[in-house]
C-alpha cells in the first residue's frame, strides 16, 4: 500500500515560494510501549534518520546509557548527535519498519528522515504536484 503526504509550504523567499517535503512518521517506545508521533523533513541528503532531543525523552531513551556519542556535519557544520544502540518500531501510515535512529544534541532543529535503513526500504516519488509517495517494497509485484 502506497502512503502519500503533501508537502508543507515554508513560505516565499527572494527565488520563489519553498514547499517542504515532510511525512508523519510514529517511534514505538521501547520500555513504554507507546508510541510518539513526529512530522519530519525527508530529506535525501541525510545519511540517517534524526530526531530532536526532546523526542528521546518522550521514547524513555536515555542518551548517556543507551546511545552512543558521535558528530554529523551539515551544512549548518558540525553538531554533536546520539545514536541510538538498537532499532526503533517506526511506521509510516500502516507501513512499519524496524529502523536506527539518532538524536540531535538539542531541539532546535527540525526531525529529519533520512536514507539508511529507513527511506532506502521504500521506493519514493517526489510528485511534481507537490506530495511524496512512498511505495512499500514488500508489497510491490515483480513481473
Do not use: Q
Request: glycine share 8%; hydrophobic share 40%.
Amino acid at each position: 500500500m502506497d502512503v502519500k503526504f503533501d508537502f508543507e509550504y515554508e513560505g516565499r523567499t527572494y527565488f520563489g515560494h519553498v514547499y517542504r517535503p515532510i511525512a508523519k512518521v510514529s517511534f514505538k517506545s521501547p520500555r513504554l510501549g507507546t508510541w510518539t508521533t513526529s512530522w519530519m523533513v525527508i530529506d535525501t541528503g541525510a545519511d540517517f534518520t534524526v530526531l530532536p532531543k526532546y523526542v528521546s525523552k518522550d521514547l524513555g531513551i536515555s542518551l548517556e546509557k543507551d546511545c552512543i556519542v558521535d558528530t554529523t556535519k551539515g551544512v549548518g557544520g558540525e553538531e554533536t548527535i546520539y545514536l541510538y544502540k538498537k532499532k526503533i518500531k517506526a511506521k509510516i501510515g500502516n507501513i512499519t519498519r524496524e529502523v536506527p535512529i539518532a538524536f540531535f544534541d538539542n531541539d532546535e532543529v527540525p526531525a529529519l528522515l533520512g536514507r539508511l535503513g529507513f527511506m532506502e526500504t521504500f521506493n519514493t516519488e517526489f510528485l511534481k504536484s507537490r506530495a511524496v509517495v512512498f511505495k512499500d517494497l514488500f508489497t510491490i509485484k515483480i513481473s
